[in-house]
């Protein structure tokens, strides 16, 4: 069975600077899908970026990238710019390619300081 | 708003007592899952439909839970004899079905068990 790993639970960023988060997996499978999603306070969760593991580009959606290391079963989030609006939890999750199960990690907190 | 909504938002019941959870996803999306998230934690499977089937469930769907998607459009979750460990968040999410797709999430339901 897949796990994925989310060894910081909590982050903090002062505003307008850089954070990364990190996620590990382990599966046995050669394509799948790893998704970042951000959960604000009392707010539905959202995705913030996927990426197919078939592809070595890594994602970029504006002002989020990630640093997919396909070997290594590692796909790290990167913020840059931060804005007050992105404070949350951050769940990373995978997918098999053709399964439906998505497995999520324990989620990291993101404090971005004014 | 992701589109997926849920009701009742919030439901405090007496241990013992039955709930009923409604999700009513995005009009197009085939697929539905049911997710349980406790405090700190990511969401965890449940189970899945895709349109009116229940293909999937998990082995934390004790014989308790029972999850239905009659006309493959709103599911419902029923929780039967409730005890103090049901207490969590209970989320729902839709996705088109394509391998390149991914889910949108209701609100949830948190569920609070006395």
């Known amino acids: 069975a897949q796990t994925v790993t989310q060894s910081q639970p909590e982050m903090s960023v002062q505003e307008a600077e850089t954070v990364t988060l990190s996620c590990t997996y382990d599966?046995?499978?050669?394509?799948?899908?790893l998704f970042w999603y951000k959960q604000p306070p009392s707010r539905q969760m959202i995705l913030v970026i996927r990426?197919?593991?078939?592809?070595?580009q890594n994602a970029t959606e504006n002002r989020f990238s990630v640093n997919f290391q396909k070997a290594a079963k590692s796909f790290s989030l990167k913020i840059s710019d931060s804005q007050l609006g992105d404070a949350a939890m951050y769940f990373c999750?995978?997918?098999?390619?053709?399964?439906?199960?998505?497995?999520f990690g324990p989620g990291t907190r993101l404090s971005v300081l004014p | 708003d992701t589109g997926v909504s849920q009701d009742p938002r919030h439901k405090i019941t007496k241990r013992g007592q039955n709930v009923t959870f409604r999700c009513d996803p995005i009009?197009?999306?085939?697929?539905l899952y049911w997710y349980r998230q406790t405090l700190g934690q990511g969401p965890e499977f449940l189970t899945y439909?895709?349109?009116?089937?229940?293909?999937?469930k998990s082995r934390l769907l004790s014989d308790r839970f029972s999850a239905e998607r009659p006309k493959g459009s709103f599911s419902t979750l029923e929780i039967q004899h409730t005890e103090q460990g049901d207490s969590a968040m209970y989320l729902c999410?839709?996705?088109?079905?394509?391998?390149?797709?991914?889910?949108?999430f209701g609100p949830g339901t948190r569920l609070t068990v006395l």
């Open positions: 999410a839709s996705r088109m079905g394509l391998n390149t797709d991914t889910q949108y």
């Open positions: 599966t046995s499978e050669s394509d799948y899908y």
């Open positions: 990426q197919e593991a078939y592809k070595q």
């Open positions: 999750a995978y997918r098999s390619l053709y399964g439906q199960n998505f497995v």
């Open positions: 009009s197009e999306h085939n697929r």
């Open positions: 439909f895709q349109n009116e089937a229940q293909l999937e």
